[in-house]
């Protein structure tokens, strides 16, 4: 059974920082990318960061310079540092384990930024 578990989200101030983290089980993690999106009530969801089973990694724009995405292979999981955080940044934030037409998500963690 593949599971997808985020943690780490909260309320923060606008420039703060939060880090979060994805752990996953029941997939051979080394060999899967790995995905960070965000989603806003009504809107659709977007792909914030990725990362491949190699690190090579790719941001939208909207985070590149304050956002990094990671991975620890020793533990399985992912992680996003995010930085400089803005109100525009509020959002459920998801992660997604993805392999060709396969694709797993977790539950999601609400990150509010917010003074």
């Known amino acids: 059974q593949v599971q997808l578990v985020e943690s780490g989200g909260g309320l923060v101030q606008p420039g703060g920082s939060l880090k979060l983290s994805c752990a996953a089980s029941?997939?051979?993690?080394?060999?899967?990318?790995m995905d960070w999106y965000r989603q806003v009530p009504g809107k659709q969801r977007e792909l914030v960061a990725g990362?491949?089973?190699?690190?090579?990694?790719n941001y939208a724009d909207a985070v590149k310079g304050r956002f990094t995405i990671s991975r620890d292979g020793a533990k399985n999981a992912v992680h996003l540092q995010m930085n400089s955080l803005k109100p525009e940044d509020t959002a459920v934030y998801y992660c997604?384990?993805?392999?060709?037409?396969?694709?797993?998500w977790g539950q999601g963690t609400q990150v509010t930024v917010s003074s």
């Open positions: 990362i491949t089973n190699d690190d090579k990694t």
């Open positions: 029941g997939i051979n993690f080394s060999i899967w990318p």
């Open positions: 997604k384990a993805i392999r060709g037409f396969t694709a797993y």
